[in-house]
Every structure is written in C-alpha cells, then in structure tokens.
C-alpha cells in the first residue's frame, strides 16, 4: 500500500491538560480499526458506529483488553470529511498520558502516526480544497487577531483562489485567440483583434498589482508590526508601554534610568498586532550597562516599523531630545507629548521642525487622556504607510505574494510586447509563464518539494 493510501492518526488537541483531547483517525481501515478499540461502556462488548452519530463507550487495548478510557466517537464515512476518507474522532479526557495511549492503541490495529500536516494535505490532494486554503489552514490557527482570523477564514472559503482563479481564466481566454490566429490565420474565427488583447493583458496586470497590494496590507494583520517607544530617560516611555500593553509590564520609577534592557510584549490595537519594545533613555553616558541599553535602544529604533518619538511635556524641550528626533527623523510614527495632565513646557511650535512627518499627540500616560488617539495613530500607519491603505484585503503569505508579482511581471511583458506589435506568439510564452505563476499559489503546478515543506510547517494531527 502507497503512503498516500495508508490510515494515519495523531493526537488533534494541544497536548496539556484539558478537559477534552482528540484522537482522529484517518483511513480506509479507519472504521475496521475503531471496530477493534471502541466498546460499550463496560468494555465487553463492541460498539458499533453509526456514520454522523455520536457514541459513548470505551476505548479498549485490542491486544491486551486493558480498559485505556473512556470516550465519544464520531464516524464520518467518506467523501463526506475533511480528508474525503473514512474519518473516526475519539474525544477522550485531555491529558497527555491518557491520549497518548488511545493513540498507541490506534496504532496498534493498524494505523500510523499521521506527518505534520497529513490531514490536511490528503483533503489537498482528494481536491476538497486547493494549495492556498490548505495554508489558509495554518493562517487560521496561528491568527493573532480577530482581523487575522477574519482573512484566513475567508481564504479557507476560497476568496484568493476565486480571485486568482478569474484572473487565470482571463490568460486562458487571450492564449486561446492567440493559439487560433496562429493555427487558422486564413479562417474568420472571431480572434480578438491585437488592440483588444492588449487591453485584457492590461486588466490581468490592473488585477494582479491589486492582489498584490492588498496581500501586502493583510500581512499586517497576520504578522503585525513592531513598534519602538525612544525618548530621554524618565520622560515616561515605561508607563505608556504599560498603558498600551494594558499590564504593569514594564517597572517605573522616578529615577532617570531604570530601564536599562529592552522589554518587549504582544499587544493588539484596532485590530493590528503589535510587538511594542520599551527601550533604554537615549542619551550620552558613562554608565557602561546604561551605555549598553542606550545602544540597544538605537538598533531597535532603527530596526523598528514605526516609532514613539516620547517627550515630556511638562519640562522645556532640550539638546537630548532634539537629538533623539533627529535619530528617528526619517522612521515613520508619530511624537507622543506626555504627561499632559501637568502644566505644559512644551509648544508644538518648538516641535515642529524636529518632528519631520510625524503627527504631534499630547497624551498622559497616567490618566489615559490621548491613548486612544495614539493608538488610533498607529493602527492608520501600520496599514496605510507601511502597506498602502486598500479595501477588501485578501491574505497572502510570502510564498504566495512572491508567486502573483512573478505572474503579474510575466503579463507586463506579455502587454509590452503586444502592445509594441510582436509577434502574438512571443506574447504567449509571457503568458503561459504567468499561468505557471497561478498555478503555483493554487497548486496545479506545485512540485512534490514545495507541497512536502508546505505541510511540514503544520502540526502533528493537522
């Protein structure tokens, strides 16, 4: 028997302690294997299946007749899974010890340990679903945020593979008329004339430079953004960090120099995951730990997506903080005036020339008044400056991006050269390259490589 066509199973839960943990079996003997383990309560009998019921029973070594737990099972006969084979889940207790001796027991009549993401790979190949919602798959799990989930969600329902997929009908249209001109140039056919062709080559680029676009903006949420708060010391970067994290994560005191390490966290504003870094006061010192962190705090500033250009607003600006904005004059973000619930020092006037691009904030990171300003702030320059602002975004992984701009060159060059009156037929070879690049984000082209370390990056079980 193939590997393709042997029954697998895995433990589809995290392991851990839980109150439920799932055993799922896959397979032509899927059903045969559970006929071996599955008992009535009493572990005496056996517990027949019935398909899209739910059962209650025990699960029993089939070799030994130890009582291993007690557990639901569901049937789900092909083609009616998610693989498209016999499928059987045990829901069992969720610890580690007991769901890993359900899975041997499994094993043992006749199963193997599924590879990473070999479920997901076998519905992939029966076709119940193409190359880019099986990663749509992983996209689902791993999502950070609401807005994360909501894109791979409608990937897993297929809105990049409808759009690709309207896109390579178009191709295919144009290589049809091409290859007639070329086969029948005596015969009255109804071949689109060159100016025609050209404009539909055009509208594929239009469509394919948008997918791009706003594949870009959805990494965004699928990846987020990192986003640096730098200032002088004690000008309050600690307690904004806390107030945007919404924890005491960050220690803050009186003394200028406590932070003296970066601190990092996970957050979520508007809809954006942020990986938000507190860093050390910018400024000159002797202090060689201090010096440390100072230099730290300049590499993650420069490294950073977006920066919180800090400054305390109850004391006159000064030569350390037109220095620090200097430093991140040519960073996009935005100035953060704090501690505005004290009497203000500080003009926006004196800030200005400094401040470059950046939209000035007066904020207090103490009372809260400004922080939802801030945030707003950032959730517009995470998506609109550093991705370009776009409606309907669909979700698109590197791998899928690096394919649809590959497509989207080939096309240029096919309109290029139509529009330049080559040769139909050198137009073509343009075109079927880009149909290569397609076929690539759908699977029809994938090599046995590319699907192997795909589905490598997937869980056990998945």
Not at 37 to 62: A, M, N, T
Not at 232 to 240: A, E, H, I, W, Y
Request: aromatic share 4%.
């Amino acid at each position: 028997m193939s590997k393709d066509r042997e029954t697998i199973a895995a433990i589809s839960t995290p392991l851990g302690e839980g109150a439920i943990g799932i055993v799922r079996v896959s397979g032509s003997l899927a059903f045969a294997i559970a006929n071996k383990v599955f008992r009535d309560p009493s572990g005496q009998r056996q517990r027949e299946l019935k398909p899209w019921g739910v059962r209650y029973g025990s699960i029993v070594d089939c070799e030994t007749g130890e009582h291993v737990d007690e557990a639901l099972a569901v049937a789900m006969p092909a083609p009616h899974s998610f693989t498209r084979e016999d499928v059987v889940e045990f829901s069992c207790h969720g610890g580690v010890a007991v769901l890993t001796r359900v899975l041997e027991t499994v094993i043992k009549c006749g199963a193997r340990l599924a590879e990473p993401g070999e479920f997901t790979k076998r519905a992939f190949l029966a076709g119940r679903i193409d190359l880019s919602q099986a990663e749509a798959v992983i996209d689902v799990i791993r999502a950070k945020t609401d807005s994360a989930r909501r894109l791979a969600l409608a990937n897993l329902r297929g809105e990049l593979s409808t759009r690709v997929g309207r896109i390579r009908d178009n191709v295919l249209v144009l290589l049809a008329h091409i290859e007639a001109s070329i086969d029948f140039p005596d015969e009255d056919i109804g071949v689109l004339e060159v100016k025609d062709m050209t404009e539909r080559a055009q509208e594929s680029v239009s469509e394919l430079n948008e997918l791009v676009r706003t594949g870009m903006s959805s990494r965004v949420y699928r990846d987020g953004v990192s986003v640096v708060l730098a200032g002088r010391p004690n000008v309050g970067k600690s307690s904004l960090f806390n107030a945007l994290v919404g924890k005491m994560r960050a220690i803050v005191t009186d003394i200028p120099g406590t932070t003296r390490d970066v601190i990092d966290d996970w957050t979520t504003i508007k809809g954006v995951p942020i990986r938000l870094v507190d860093t050390a006061g910018m400024r000159k010192t002797r202090d060689l730990i201090e010096k440390l962190g100072v230099e730290a705090a300049n590499q993650q500033a420069e490294e950073a997506d977006l920066v919180v250009a800090v400054i305390d607003g109850s004391r006159p600006i000064c030569d350390e903080d037109r220095d620090m904005l200097l430093q991140v004059m040519d960073k996009s973000g935005v100035v953060a005036v704090n501690k505005c619930d004290l009497e203000s020092e500080v003009e926006e006037g004196s800030l200005i020339p400094h401040a470059g691009d950046k939209r000035i904030l007066r904020m207090s990171a103490k009372t809260g008044e400004g922080i939802n300003e801030l945030e707003q702030a950032l959730a517009d320059l995470a998506v609109a400056e550093i991705t370009g602002a776009c409606e309907n975004p669909v979700m698109a992984n590197l791998r899928q991006l690096e394919a649809l701009e590959n497509a989207m060159r080939s096309m240029e060059e096919s309109a290029h050269a139509l529009s330049n009156s080559v040769s139909p037929d050198l137009a073509a070879i343009d075109m079927y390259e880009a149909l290569f690049w397609l076929d690539q984000i759908t699977g029809r082209s994938a090599s046995e490589d590319l699907m192997e370390k795909i589905f490598s990056e997937f869980c056990i079980g998945k």
